[in-house]
């Protein structure tokens, strides 16, 4: 990779970092430590691999994306407006304020591309479990060798705290039974909780907890180091018969200079001192705030027409499966629209009030 290229992705990941820092530091509430730290994991997965459409957020066969660490809402708002989709530079200004577009934790249904309501720890890890699950379902029923119409991937961002929750625990147990190997989770592994170091509470070896549930663990040192993450997506990637789990290790509020690597810069914002040493230190404007650079928006922008190439692409597939199996087409968009199906009263069961009594595990179903 050319060194001007490199150049400008780690321009587009101090956009991230400092889009989000700012935007924190009006609100006077939120959480920068992740966005700091995350932002280049996220920054590679959502240049190099995520598969989306911004101009149209709702594309069936779009891969998922899901900020389990949902308290890092900012990181994603910011790659949502910087990628293009509807979402303001004013809406970032607005975080966090009253009937804004961009609450404290993401929110399905309000703000474009936020594809689960996050927040509560591991919440995220298993939403994106089920995602993967109806995706893999979903393709074994509709696809034909000729016409892979529902072919995405699923991606969850994870902190500790998530990795503390049972439910992560487990829905991660059933994903690797199911072999779910397009499901792949990014852990922000920066060992810092809002009390402190999460030694504290959380001792286990998470890499051999994830492999006896029948995940691939794959592992990046440094959560600065683009091209070791890049690796680690394209190996998850091609393990197809399991899911996926990246350690990247990472320094929480990465950058600056008083707050990194420790909570406090985990539950509050950093501060505009804090935030102006950060900026200063690798020659960054101070002000104004918000400071996008073109370049770095132009490279972000090109979201719009790749997304655009693939859905086109996906159109074609899907007007040639109707073609060729009209039937199924058809259910599947049905299904896809949550409709349905016609007169589905008349399929239900009736239960006489005088029958002998029956458990509803024994009658559903029938």
Known sequence: MSNNQTQLDKKCINTIRFLSADAIQKANS????????????????????????????????????????GHGSMLL?????????????????????????????????LTPGVEATTGPLGQGVSNAVGMAMAEAHLAAIYNRPDHKIVDHYTYALAGDGCLMEGVTSESCSLAGHLKLGKLIVLY?????????????????????????????????????????????????REETGKP????????????????????????SPLGEEEIAA?????????????????????????????????ESRWNIILKDYKESYPEEAAEFQRIMAGKLPANWEEGLPEFPADSSPAATRATSGK
Request: glycine content about 12%; some cysteine; charged content about 25%.
């Open 30 to 69: 939120g959480h920068p430590g992740i966005c700091l730290g995350a932002a280049p994991m996220a920054y590679i997965l959502w240049d190099r691999y995520l598969r989306y459409n911004p101009v149209d957020p709702g594309w069936i066969d779009r891969d998922r994306f899901v900020l389990s660490a």
């Open 77 to 109: 708002y910011s790659l949502l407006h910087l990628t293009g989709y509807d979402l303001s530079l004013d809406d970032l200004k607005s975080f966090r304020q009253w009937e804004s577009r961009t609450p404290g934790h993401p929110e399905w249904g």
């Open 188 to 236: 922000d592994d920066n060992q810092i909780s809002l009390a402190g170091s999460t030694s504290l509470t959380f001792s286990e070896d998470v890499e051999k907890r994830f492999e006896a549930y029948g995940w691939q663990v794959l592992k990046v040192t440094d959560g600065n180091d683009l091209e070791g993450i890049d690796q680690a997506i394209k190996g998850a």
């Open 244 to 267: 996926s789990l990246i350690m990247v290790r990472t320094v929480i509020g990465d950058g600056a200079p008083n707050k990194e690597g420790t909570f406090g810069s985990h539950g």
């Open 278 to 310: 950060a900026k200063e230190a690798i020659d960054w404007p101070v002000e104004p705030a918000f400071f996008i650079p073109e370049d770095g928006l132009a490279h972000f922008r090109l979201a719009r027409e790749r997304g655009g190439e693939l």
